[in-house]
C-alpha cells in the first residue's frame, strides 16, 4: 500500500533511536504482525518475539507462583501468576498486571520480564492476570475474568504479603483499556479499593473517529486496520458500553489517582489526550505524559532507547510515589 504524505509525515516524526528495531523488525516480518491474518499463528510469533526478549537472570530474585483461580459468575477458572521478591516482607504494596495485545494475543509469559522488573524495582509482590482472549473468548469475558483476579487478590492479600490498602493496577495498550474497566467495575461493585491506577496508552475508543486514529496506519506495529480488527473480535457482535470501551463512559468520578502516558506517533493518541481531560473533569487526581517520538510500545520494542529510558524513569517513580506515600 503506497503511503500518503501524511503518513511519511508522521512516521518521520519517529525517535531515530526507537526506529532502528522497528525497522528491524518489519525486515524480520514484513508488514508487521497486521500481516499475519491467522489470529494463532500472530499470537505464536509475537510469544517467541516477547520470549526472546525475556530476561532469566532477574528472575532468580522472585518467587513465581501460579494460582488457579475462580471466574466471575460460573466463568472458568483464570490463572493468576504472581511474582513474590525475595526481600518481600509481611506486608507489602501489589501491583495487579494485566497484559496488552488488543484483546486478540498476548499473555502473562510475554508480560513476564516487566512483571519480574515491576516486583524488583518497587518491592512490590505482582500479580499478572491470564484473562480470556477474544475472538474465542468475546465482551466481557476478558473484563470479568479481570475483576475476579483483582478481587481475589485483595481477598488473599494476607497470604500474598500485600497490603490491602495498597493495591495499583497496571496494564498497557489493551491492558491499559482493562485497567480502566477493571477500576471502574471495582468502584461500582465497591471493592475492592484501588489505590493508584496506571493504564499506559490504554486502548478504550471502539469508534476509531479521532484525528491519529486515522492518521497511525501502515507503519508495521499497531495501527488503525489492526484496531477496528481488533475492536470487531472483542465485540463479537455486541454493542460497546463503559466496561468494553471505558471513552464511552459518562461518569468516572471515584477513580483512583491515575497515570496516563502515550506517543505521539500511536493512533490511541488523541483518545487517551480527550479521556485525561474528562477525568480531570470528573475529578480524578491525573498525571499525564505525551511522548513525541514515541510510537505505540516503542519503549518495548525499542528498550535501549534513550526515550524509552526516560519512559520507563519516569513510570516507576510514579508508582513508587503512589505505593510508597
Known amino acids: 500500500m503506497e503511503e500518503t504524505n501524511s503518513q511519511k509525515s508522521i512516521g518521520s516524526k519517529i525517535d531515530i533511536e526507537s526506529k532502528i528495531p522497528l525497522d528491524e523488525l518489519l525486515k524480520a516480518i514484513p508488514g508487521g504482525f497486521n500481516s499475519i491474518s491467522d489470529v494463532a499463528q500472530r499470537r505464536a510469533v509475537t510469544n517467541e518475539l516477547f520470549l526472546s526478549m525475556k530476561d532469566d537472570e532477574v528472575a532468580v530474585n522472585v518467587v513465581i507462583t501460579d494460582y488457579n483461580v475462580p471466574g ?72 470479568e475474568d479481570c475483576y475476579a483476579g483483582l478481587v481475589w487478590m485483595a481477598k488473599n492479600s494476607k497470604n500474598l504479603k500485600v497490603d490491602p490498602k495498597k493495591i495499583a493496577v497496571y496494564g498497557g495498550s489493551a491492558g491499559g483499556g482493562l485497567t480502566l474497566a477493571t477500576t471502574m467495575m471495582a468502584r461500582d461493585k465497591k471493592f475492592p479499593n484501588v489505590c493508584f491506577q496506571m493504564p499506559l496508552y490504554p486502548m478504550i475508543d471502539d469508534r476509531n473517529t479521532s484525528l491519529s486514529s486515522h492518521q497511525i496506519t501502515n507503519i508495521g506495529i499497531w495501527d488503525r486496520d489492526a484496531n477496528i480488527e481488533a475492536w470487531k473480535w472483542y465485540l463479537g457482535g455486541k454493542e460497546a458500553d463503559e466496561y468494553a470501551a471505558p471513552s464511552r463512559a459518562s461518569n468516572l468520578k471515584g477513580l483512583p489517582p491515575t497515570f496516563i502516558d502515550v506517543g505521539e506517533v500511536d493512533l490511541f493518541r488523541d483518545e487517551d489526550i480527550e479521556f485525561v481531560q474528562k477525568l480531570l473533569k470528573a475529578g480524578v487526581s491525573t498525571e499525564f505524559h505525551l511522548y513525541p517520538g514515541a510510537y505505540h510500545a516503542s519503549e518495548i520494542i525499542a528498550p535501549t532507547a534513550s526515550l524509552s529510558s526516560r519512559i520507563w524513569e519516569v513510570r516507576y517513580n510514579a508508582l513508587k510515589r503512589a505505593l510508597y506515600s
Open 72 to 143: 466471575l459468575n460460573n466463568a472458568p477458572d483464570i490463572l493468576v501468576r504472581v511474582y513474590t521478591p525475595k526481600s518481600a516482607k509481611d506486608k507489602n504494596p501489589g501491583i495487579y498486571c494485566i497484559h496488552g495485545g488488543g484483546m486478540i494475543i498476548g499473555s502473562v509469559i510475554g508480560e513476564e520480564t516487566n512483571s519480574i522488573t515491576l516486583a524488583l524495582k518497587l518491592n512490590a509482590v505482582v500479580a499478572a492476570v491470564a484473562y480470556r482472549l477474544a475472538p474465542e473468548n468475546p465482551y466481557p469475558a476478558a473484563v
